[in-house]
């Protein structure tokens, strides 16, 4: 495989708007996913196991606008008190929707993921939404070292939106986000039904927090934002509390 250089394509951005309550957010998406796709593989052409799951966690899943983000912008939009005047912080962020509706709402904002390429997306999207939002390049699955503005127990609210993928994240993702959130903090999950979820239920009930749970039905994505499926998906939001 030849090497990886980021971004590993230049990337055909559109612009798409999203109905959030009574926000029309203004996002650059990425174009066509699946043609990215294509054309990441052929040019790139891994030749083994590992040289797939390396170029697998660069592919810039991150420029779609995937339902469990919309789920939890839309919890949002219908709790606005719950986060005015509040710091909070989305991870594995990606288009930064939640971050931007967040900010929109008044909250003061962080925003980070890992992927090398999301720092300009985010920029963009706040930007184009007039939002203030901090970024910070980091990785929650390795919690240390971790940069210097990410202040551990500081965060009145943490978001994230479907990031459950693999069998090591439910603990990994548990311990981020207890560390980051005040004791009097709440973290809002939102997740489509992944395999891991009922085990980060269980890691946060162990780690002493209580949950209330409620459902959306939400737009399904398309890997192209001009195409509307026109069908829903259902999305479980988990507003999540340490016991008192």
């Known amino acids: 495989m030849k090497p990886l250089s980021t971004p590993l394509i230049p990337y055909e951005k559109m612009k798409t708007i999203e109905k959030i309550g009574t926000f029309p957010i203004h996002l650059a998406a990425l174009k066509d996913l699946d043609k990215a796709l294509e054309e990441i593989c052929e040019l790139y052409a891994p030749e083994s196991p590992a040289e797939e799951e390396k170029l697998l966690n660069l592919c810039p899943y991150f420029g779609v606008i995937w339902p469990s983000a919309r789920a939890l912008s839309t919890f949002m939009s219908e709790r606005k008190t719950q986060f005015t005047k509040k710091r909070g ?94 004791p009097e903090g709440t973290i809002y999950l939102s997740d489509p039904g992944r395999a891991y979820l009922g085990r980060a239920l269980e890691e946060f009930e162990t780690l002493g927090f209580h949950r209330h749970e409620f459902e959306y039905d939400v737009e399904e994505s398309s890997s192209r934002p001009e195409i509307r499926l026109e069908k829903t998906r259902r999305i479980r939001v988990f507003e999540l509390v340490r016991s008192v």
Not at 91 to 98: E, F, Q, V
Not at 139 to 161: I, K, N
Request: glycine share 4%; charged share 20%.
């Open 89 to 182: 912080i989305e991870i594995g962020c990606g288009l930064a929707l939640p971050a931007i509706v967040a900010a929109r709402i008044g909250a003061w904002m962080q925003a980070s993921d890992f992927h090398p390429d999301v720092e300009a997306w985010v920029a963009e999207n706040a930007a184009l939404n007039q939002a203030s939002i901090e970024y910070l390049t980091w990785d929650w699955t390795q919690f240390d070292p971790h940069p210097a503005t990410l202040v551990p127990g500081s965060y009145d609210f943490v978001l994230a939106s479907d990031v459950l993928y693999e069998s090591r994240h439910p603990a990994d993702l548990v311990r981020a986000l207890a560390r980051l959130v005040k």
